[in-house]
């Protein structure tokens, strides 16, 4: 239900929504100098501003009149002679606006997101009514930038029935799933992207990463190559080459691996830096390699205090029966203010701590680092089973079935819920 006030000022149109916003502004005490200013950010000015609001707090009967005797025909007969010089849209509370202001909104809304302030972006992709696949495929970003998964979704969904060959969209889209740990809908976004640009090095990464979680080492080494043809210098792609080789127990082509992602991160990021050194410290223990282990293992905490670097320490320490230094690293751990993703990750690499404990028979440790694992990363299903896999080697039967029994009850919470 729209009004329009012609008497001066004029040219104002206000919604319902827009009249109770004001008139709850009042009621909570904010002065009309609060309601101006924030009024006077979609476009208005300050004389219309303080008209409306006068008007609404003294003429309620008198509008309601308006509405449904005289305002509601006249609008009617605006939009069937299709007024040109106006844009009417009801999805941005009925206000009326011109075909300059929706460039100065889109303007808006660029300049804030290419200066990092999203929200700002936010509210005025929003108020646009041309809002492309590009535009949707934005707002899905800013979502999934300020952790709203389901808003981000959503608006991918948009951007891509609009132009359904967007391979930007499935990639954000792939972006949001792997957030939350939906490898499997993850990789199957990625692939779509991939597969309507195949000369894209993220998006093969990507795909190298879905399929490491999803413990497809072979398939992660061809996309991590793939990737290396579009750049023979990512990093990143090296990385995940030699945790592929990690997990196929080619511990020295893992080593070779990590050692050229390590030349290459170290000018560039600083964070990659210190998880593939631990990567690499790791890897020399899996070859019972200690002097290097502890290097690189040391190397790796001069840029961050990762809690796998510390456990690769103490077990390299506790391999070489120095039981006090061991202990010394082991209470250095600390898994907190690593987000949900990088938790995930750094549940690969204490797994990897736990298959060295496990190897050598240390079987309390192994079971340490496995409920490390579950801990950081409770819905993967391969954790309690490496878990449960241990105590059937122990002959701990009861124990083994208490393991799949939390999964199933994991699971059923889940369901519920």
Same mark, same amino acid.
């Given at each position: 239900m729209q009004i329009i006030y012609n008497s001066k000022p004029k040219n104002i149109i206000l919604n319902e929504k827009l009249s109770d916003y004001i008139k709850n502004a009042l009621k909570?005490?904010?002065?009309?100098?609060?309601?101006?200013?924030?009024?006077?950010?979609?476009?208005?000015?300050?004389?219309?501003?303080?008209?409306?609001?006068?008007?609404l707090e003294k003429n309620r009967t008198k509008r309601i009149f308006l509405i449904t005797v005289v305002v509601f025909p006249l609008l009617l007969i605006l939009f069937l002679y299709k007024i040109s010089s106006f844009d009417i849209t009801f999805k941005n509370g009925g206000i009326r606006i011109s075909t300059e202001e929706v460039k100065n909104y889109e303007k808006l809304a660029y300049s804030y997101y290419a200066v990092g302030d999203y929200n700002n972006s936010l509210k005025f992709f929003l108020l646009s009514p041309n809002k492309n696949s590009t535009v949707l495929r934005i707002i899905g970003d800013i979502y999934r930038f300020n952790g709203n998964y389901n808003e981000a979704i959503t608006y991918y969904n948009y951007s891509i029935k609009s132009r359904p060959n967007y391979p930007v969209a499935y990639y954000g889209k792939g972006v949001v799933y792997y957030l939350l740990g939906d490898y499997e809908k993850s990789l199957t976004n990625f692939l779509k992207a991939y597969d309507l640009n195949k000369r894209d090095e993220s998006t093969a990464e990507s795909i190298a990463l879905?399929?490491?979680?999803?413990?497809?080492?072979?398939s992660a080494s061809n996309f991590s190559n793939q990737a290396l043809k579009y750049n023979e210098?990512?990093?990143?792609?090296?990385?995940?080459? /030699? #945790?592929? %080789?990690?997990?196929?127990?080619?511990?020295?082509?893992? $080593?070779?691996? =990590?050692?050229?992602?390590?030349? @290459?991160?170290?000018?560039?990021?600083?964070?990659?830096?210190?998880?593939?050194?631990?990567?690499l410290g790791i890897s020399y223990l899996a070859i019972r390699d200690y002097n290097n282990s502890i290097y690189y293992l040391n190397q790796s905490l001069r840029y961050i205090e990762l809690p796998h670097a510390y456990g690769g320490l103490a077990a390299a320490y506790l391999?070489?029966?120095?039981?006090?230094?061991?202990?010394?690293?082991?209470?250095?751990?600390?898994?907190?203010?690593?987000?949900?993703?990088?938790?995930?990750?750094?549940?690969?690499?204490?797994?990897?701590? /736990? #298959?060295? %404990?496990?190897?050598?028979?240390?079987?309390?440790?192994? $079971?340490?680092? =496995?409920?490390?694992?579950?801990? @950081?990363?409770?819905?993967?299903?391969?954790?309690?089973?490496?878990?449960?896999?241990?105590y059937i080697t122990k002959q701990e039967h009861g124990k083994a079935q208490e393991v799949l029994n939390r999964y199933k009850n994991l699971k059923k919470i889940e369901t519920n819920s």
């Open positions: 909570k005490g904010y002065s009309k100098e609060q309601i101006k200013n924030y009024l006077i950010n979609f476009g208005y000015g300050s004389e219309l501003i303080d008209y409306h609001i006068n008007f879905d399929y490491i979680f999803l413990e497809d080492y072979e210098n990512s990093y990143v792609a090296y990385t995940f080459l /030699a #945790r592929s %080789y990690y997990m196929k127990k080619d511990y020295r082509a893992a $080593i070779a691996f =990590y050692q050229k992602a390590v030349n @290459l991160s170290q000018n560039v990021n600083l964070n990659v830096l210190s998880f593939d050194l631990a990567s391999l070489m029966g120095n039981e006090a230094l061991s202990e010394k690293y082991e209470n250095k751990m600390n898994f907190n203010g690593f987000s949900e993703p990088e938790k995930r990750v750094l549940s690969l690499n204490m797994r990897n701590i /736990a #298959r060295i %404990y496990n190897e050598t028979n240390f079987f309390n440790k192994t $079971i340490q680092y =496995y409920e490390f694992t579950i801990d @950081l990363f409770p819905e993967n299903k391969l954790f309690y089973d490496d878990l449960y896999n241990v």
